[in-house]
């Protein structure tokens, strides 16, 4: 079997455009399917899946270790967003294509189960007026819990956070907490709560907005501080009492490593579009259980890399939770098919041969690529803010 081709399609999903990878084979309708996206640099990353192409083409799909390592080794210039991006999506392409070259679900390839289903988390977004996503009072806010909670759910996660100045802010202190409170009192005591600082807060601030939210128990804080400041992260690891997650903007194992030997987190999440695909995502999977750090892998993308996490989460021994994002564009379904359903928060091994998920072509190019509009923020004196 050989690889005859590599093509890329962006599909507008609002926030960020969904790259979606193809690698065509010799072999009639094989075909395989994965996912890169990379929001407000989509069409960086299909031009760099482009450039790689050339690498692999003419070689056989299912000797995917040895493809991963020829993408991510013979480029002079390792890594960088982009490139594992498009690694990413082309690897995922590969797995897909070897598992229905052996007509299994994904997981049998990956090494069978590890649990029988996978713990899903709701992503419900902002609940402030300079949220990334929208504009919510706590009684907004509160409602959307009880409707991730009606669906079935049983932990959702949030960005109870503002934006933030280095030090000061008793305001947004206090609107973090009666957010909290809302949610905490909409989901009752036995419902996981996760809150998600996006890096918006430096280790100082960290801290002080950890302990409003130690009273309502959350599972875990995510990115506390800018994925870059390493010295920061020590900082605020220190002054809090509540588990810490990061590493959505990590990329290699290299990257966790050092995370891990200062003992800076007890989550992992890296995301399966970022960080070298499934391949990669493995690795670092490893790495983390040898720390005893679980994995709870990055996911507001596409449907595909959904199904990708769903997988993976089967057959990783230190799995914990996958998130999921339902809230971006209702074409999800009309686009995409073979997502299953959730059943009382949790997601039962697919059954279909690969991935098991699939692009409709002709309603994709309904929804082509939209070029949106890029998150900026600044502080009240103008200078730039995180987001």
Known sequence: MKITEITTTLVNAKMRNWVIVRIFTDQPGL???????LEFQERAVAGAVQ???PLIIGQDPRDTERLWEILYRHPFFKGGVVSMSAL????????????????VPLWRVLGGLARDRVRMYDHLG??????????????????KMKESIAD????????AVPKSAPLGGNANLRH???????ARDATGPDIDIMIDFHGRTSAAMAIQYAKVFEPFNPLFLEEVVQPDQHEAMIRARKGINIPLAAGERLLTRADFLRVLQDGLIDVAQPDVCHAGGITGVRKIASLCDTFGVTMAPHNPLGPIATMVNIHLALSMPNFLIQEVMRADVPWREEVF?????????YILPPQSV???AEMNEFEAIKHPYAGEKAVQWFHEDGSVADW
Request: aromatic share 8%; hydrophobic share 40%; charged share 20%.
């Open 354 to 356: 690969g991935i098991g």
């Open 88 to 103: 990413s999506g082309i690897d995922q392409a590969l797995w897909d294509i070897t598992a229905k070259d052996l007509g």
């Open 31 to 37: 075909i395989g399917i994965g996912e890169g996206t």
């Open 176 to 182: 973090a907490e009666e957010l909290m409170g809302a």
């Open 337 to 345: 098919s073979g997502v299953p359903d959730f059943e009382a928060g």
């Open 51 to 53: 450039d790689l192409a």
């Open 126 to 143: 902002g609940g402030d007026s300079n949220s990334v996503y929208d504009s919510d009072t706590a009684q907004s806010f509160a409602q």
């Open 152 to 159: 079935g759910f049983t932990a959702v996660k949030i960005l």
